[in-house]
């Protein structure tokens, strides 16, 4: 693991501030390094992965997750991004892959092949993942101010991600489309 660690800081932007080989270790060690990104890798987490980042983005919302694992499939990727992690690669990926991920994911973009995603259709309609987040935290009760800052946007793109996800749903207003997607089980 330190080995790895030397080969990430000796990449220029990234700098590895502290490294947990447990579950329990994630959450105190991203409490105290304040990391812009916390890279998990599945196989060290006995299990827990998307747990850990579930945790780490509710305590530490402003740390992204960009999770390593064994074999990327859609069902993973979506699996991962309903945890939170904003960042999906294989343990096999290539040095270069893994730094175009972390940095994605440090800007705040989900950053995953995009073979491995998977529209979500109600009818004939596509929302994006992105929409989807937006009508899930409004669906939480959260404001537009609240929904742009936990997931790093401007308000006005979360007015326009809502108001696209209205009109493909044929909702009166944001809490109508976060309903309707709530009952197709989109949330």
Not at 74 to 78: G, I, N, Q
């Given at each position: 693991?330190?080995a790895?660690?030397?080969?990430l ?5 990234l700098?590895v ?12 060690a991203v409490?105290?390094h304040?990391?812009t990104?916390?890279l ?15 945790d ?15 074999t990327a499939t ?5 699996r991962a ?11 096999n990926?290539?040095?270069p ?15 995953v092949?995009p073979?491995?995603?998977?529209p ?13 987040d937006?009508l899930?935290l409004?669906?939480?009760g ?5 929904i ?6 401007a308000?006005g793109?979360v007015r326009?991600?809502?108001s696209?996800a ?16 709530g ?5």
């Open positions: 693991m330190e790895f660690a030397e080969t800081n000796g990449v220029d932007g700098e501030v502290g490294l947990a080989t447990s579950c329990d270790a994630v959450l105190p409490g105290r304040r990391p990104v916390l998990l890798g599945e196989s060290t987490m006995a299990g827990k992965a998307l747990r850990v980042a579930t780490v983005r509710s305590h530490h919302p402003k740390c992204g997750v960009a999770l390593m694992v064994g859609p069902s993973v990727v979506d991004v309903a945890a939170g992690a904003l960042g999906v690669v294989p343990k990926a290539r040095l892959q893994l730094v175009t991920t972390l940095m994605g994911v440090a800007g705040g973009c989900l950053t092949d073979s491995l995603l998977r979500v259709a109600v009818g004939e309609t596509m929302l994006s993942v992105r929409e989807m937006v899930r409004t669906a939480g959260a404001t537009v101010k609240e742009a800052g936990e997931l790093y946007l308000a793109t326009n991600l809502t696209a209205i009109k493909k749903l044929g909702g009166r207003n944001r809490f109508d489309a976060a309903r309707i997607a009952e197709h089980g989109l949330l």
